[in-house]
């Protein structure tokens, strides 16, 4: 079967780091292009990163430098580094594949990203960014 396992996150004070990583079973990730999402109660779903097969990234303009999206083709996994996190960064963490050609090779703004079609999501993991 395949599928998206994610792991990490947590609580954490303002200022602090987390990692999320996002293994993929049943099929390689390679072919694909990894977003990031996250959905904060009452919100609708935005997109945070997108790191094309070519190592590409691209960053909503609320996470900006502070995350940093890598992959690891050969170990089937993903990561998503977050640091010098705020309160607003609260949300439940998700993982999605995409073709590279459906999420437009991760161009334009990933605050769109929502918009296309995902063949593959993560369970989704909280983030908690509280004094």
């Known amino acids: 079967q395949s599928r998206l396992e994610q792991s990490g996150g947590g609580s954490v004070r303002p200022g602090g780091f987390l990692r999320l990583s996002c293994a993929a079973s049943?099929?390689?990730?390679?072919?694909?292009?990894i977003v990031w999402f996250r959905q904060a109660p009452g919100m609708e779903r935005e997109g945070v990163s997108c790191i094309s097969v070519s190592m590409a990234t691209n960053y909503a303009d609320s996470v900006g430098v502070r995350f940093t999206a890598s992959r690891d083709d050969d170990q089937n996994t993903a990561d998503l580094q977050m640091r010098s996190l705020k309160p607003e960064d609260t949300a439940v963490y998700y993982c999605?594949?995409?073709?590279?050609?459906?999420?437009?090779?991760?161009?334009?703004?990933?605050?769109?990203?929502?918009?296309?079609?995902?063949?593959?999501w993560g369970q989704g993991t909280q983030v908690t960014v509280s004094p």
């Open positions: 999605a594949v995409a073709p590279p050609a459906a999420v437009k090779f991760c161009s334009g703004y990933p605050e769109e990203f929502h918009e296309y079609e995902y063949d593959y």
């Open positions: 049943g099929f390689t990730l390679r072919n694909y292009a």
